[in-house]
């Protein structure tokens, strides 16, 4: 069984950054597993992040540029750098690993 806990979310300013991390325990094959989703207030849940096969990188339309998935320096760790937020970010935050999902993190961004 995998257990995924976020950390690092906040309250932030437009323009501002913050640092999102994922991490996993219990039976973890691959960190390329992980991926990030987000649900704002009254939409459905969309992917953020998310490994290719190939080991790539790839985000959803209206984050790239601004966020950068990466292996985190703890083991089982991923972590999502958002730079230049906007007040449309503000969701909660979730990582998975293929069916499991963390709790979420709140990220709100105030204009």
């Known amino acids: 069984q995998v257990h995924l806990v976020e950390s690092g979310g906040g309250l932030v300013q437009a323009g501002g950054s913050l640092t999102l991390s994922c991490t996993a325990s219990?039976?973890?094959?691959?960190?390329?597993?992980i991926s990030w989703y987000r649900q704002a207030p009254g939409k459905q849940r969309e992917l953020v992040a998310r490994f290719t096969s190939g080991g790539n990188i790839v985000y959803v339309d209206s984050v790239k540029g601004r966020f950068t998935m990466a292996a985190g320096n703890a083991k089982n760790t991923v972590t999502l750098q958002m730079n230049s937020l906007k007040p449309e970010d503000t969701a909660v935050y979730y990582c998975?690993?293929?069916?499991?999902w963390g709790q979420g993190a709140q990220v709100t961004v105030s204009s």
């Open positions: 998975t690993y293929f069916a499991c």
């Open positions: 219990g039976t973890i094959s691959t960190i390329n597993g």
